[in-house]
């Protein structure tokens, strides 16, 4: 039975308008005229929210343009908010003002102490690696390519020979600093290689940049919900968390941001602008731009988690915050975990003015790398293996998604909320009150399935009726009846009440 789900749509980002990289590639004036036409088509109210539009290529047939003009058209129209996209299946009707959106809780309150971990803990220790993978943030290993790493592998372990064993000293080895700083060139950022200090995975980037520029007792500003990895680097580094209101379509909001930065300052802002764990937000671009300006005006540093960035667009990914820094102010981190090997622990910082401290701070704890797969990471990123992977990757992610949400609706109670996510895996649901996500997360691991609820999201354990999914699996029988299972606990636990 469907009931009464209610999806959250939200726009893909309109990169091209705003990017002034691909302002060369701007196709003909022909889409305006375009765009005109549909919009007053929607207008007339001929078609009716939901309704699928005109695909891409019929609309050039029909205007006798180019399929870059066609789908500029529609851009137009998705970036006032009068379409949105869904993955693989083109653009459909929005009547922006009859989207019920899940609550945002716009109430600003200060800065509060982390108290998250033993939450964390009882949650990790249950894991076990047998589960229904619904619960960890991470792409079914069966979609990584095992072949061209271990290809990699093989042939940088052979050219390094006795070498491959040894440390890789900070910053990292050039090839891969060349090859990362290259491929982000590709989407507008300017750090050169010798920026950038490779990690061990984004969580060591995130503490590095942490340390530069907060003191114990600092307030950090960081999305609400937040990342738990987030929420536990703070809580062992003894920060406080000041939640900023984060919208399930467009991210970070920017208003109650520069409300808390007048009456709290905190040290930091961390967030991460495309595609936010655990919403599936991303920021558009002129927002990201206006992040990146106030807090260079502000003198605070922004503290850019971009782990899921490359699962983003269609095409070309749209840019991070660290496109549009000009003063040195954006510390950008990321890895190569939720793409390509997640235990091969690569990431990397590029921490702009804060370089130094960085970099002092890396050799000052743990320094060495492995340099056989930083070697062969950078083997991967040059080969070309690494963006048909992530072509790839990113459709079945987008067919993972799409399943377990219709499963989600079909077996969810009524009152649920999902916040749809235009790019990365995972899934955000609000479940009707009394239910407890916590509870659900126990009868559900006695069922054999991993799901992560809501409280790892919150400094203080809270947003108990929440609950986040994975859905970077192969929707088999077995899987999306797991996802039908927890609809049925979510049932019977709002008739025990
Ligand atoms: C938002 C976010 N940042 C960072 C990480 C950790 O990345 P890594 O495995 O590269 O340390 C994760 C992992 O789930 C994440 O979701």
């Avoid at 109670?413 to 990365?424: H, T």
């Amino acid at each position: 039975m469907a009931l009464g789900i209610v999806c959250i749509v939200r726009f893909i980002e309109n990169q091209t308008v705003q990017n002034d990289m691909s302002l060369s590639t701007l196709p003909s004036p022909h889409y305006r005229r375009i765009a005109d036409m549909l919009r007053m088509t929607l207008a007339s109210g001929a078609l009716r929210a939901g309704d699928r539009m005109i695909s891409a290529r019929k609309l050039a047939e029909r205007e006798q343009v180019s399929l870059p003009t066609a789908l500029e058209a529609l851009r137009c129209l998705e970036a006032e908010g009068l379409i949105f996209a869904r993955p693989r299946s083109g653009y459909f009707v929005r009547q922006a003002d009859a989207v019920p959106s899940m609550q945002v809780d716009r109430q600003l309150s200060g800065p509060v102490p982390v108290a998250m971990s033993a939450v964390a803990r009882s949650l990790f220790s249950s894991a076990e690696t047998r589960l229904v993978p619904l619960g960890a943030a991470l792409p079914d290993p069966e979609w990584l390519p095992t072949e061209a790493l271990q290809r990699a592998l093989l042939a940088t372990g052979r050219r390094l020979d006795a070498r491959g064993q040894s440390y890789s000293l900070p910053p990292g080895r050039a090839d891969l600093r060349n090859k990362i700083a290259s491929r982000a060139a590709q989407w507008g950022a300017r750090f050169a290689a010798d920026e950038l200090v490779i990690t061990a995975g984004a969580t060591q980037a995130l503490r590095l940049a942490l340390r530069a520029v907060c003191q114990p007792g600092d307030a950090v500003a960081i999305e609400q919900p937040a990342y738990f990895g987030t929420l536990l680097l703070l809580e062992d580094l003894g920060l406080k968390a000041l939640q900023i209101p984060t919208d399930p379509l467009e991210g970070l909001m920017l208003e109650p941001l520069a409300e808390a930065i007048q009456h709290h300052r905190p040290a930091a802002v961390l967030a991460s602008p495309t595609v936010q764990n655990p919403l599936g937000a991303s920021m558009p671009v002129a927002r990201k731009q206006e992040l990146v300006a106030l807090l260079a005006r502000a003198g605070i540093p922004l503290i850019e988690d971009d782990v899921y960035g490359d699962l983003a667009g269609e095409g070309q990914r749209p840019p991070a915050c660290k496109a549009f820094d000009r003063s040195g102010n954006v510390i950008y981190c990321s890895s190569l975990s939720k793409t390509l090997a997640p235990g091969w622990r690569i990431g990397w910082i590029a921490a702009g003015r804060y370089h130094a401290q960085v970099l002092q701070a890396r050799m000052a704890g743990e320094w060495a790398g492995a340099p056989l797969l930083e070697a062969a990471m950078s083997e991967v990123l040059s080969s070309g293996d690494y963006d048909r992977h992530l072509r790839r990757l990113k459709s079945r992610i987008a067919e993972g998604v799409k399943a377990v949400i219709a499963r989600v609706e079909a077996s969810f109670p009524p009152g649920s909320r999902v916040a749809m996510p235009a790019a990365g895996f995972l899934l955000w649901v609000e479940l009707p009150q009394p239910i407890n996500a916590l509870e659900v997360h126990r009868r559900a691991l006695a069922l054999g399935i991993g799901v992560s609820p809501g409280p790892l999201f919150s400094p203080a354990a809270e947003l108990q009726n929440y609950l986040r999914l994975n859905c970077a699996n192969e929707p088999t029988p077995h899987l999306l009846n797991a996802v039908g299972q927890i609809g049925a606990l979510c049932h019977e636990l709002v008739r025990v009440g």
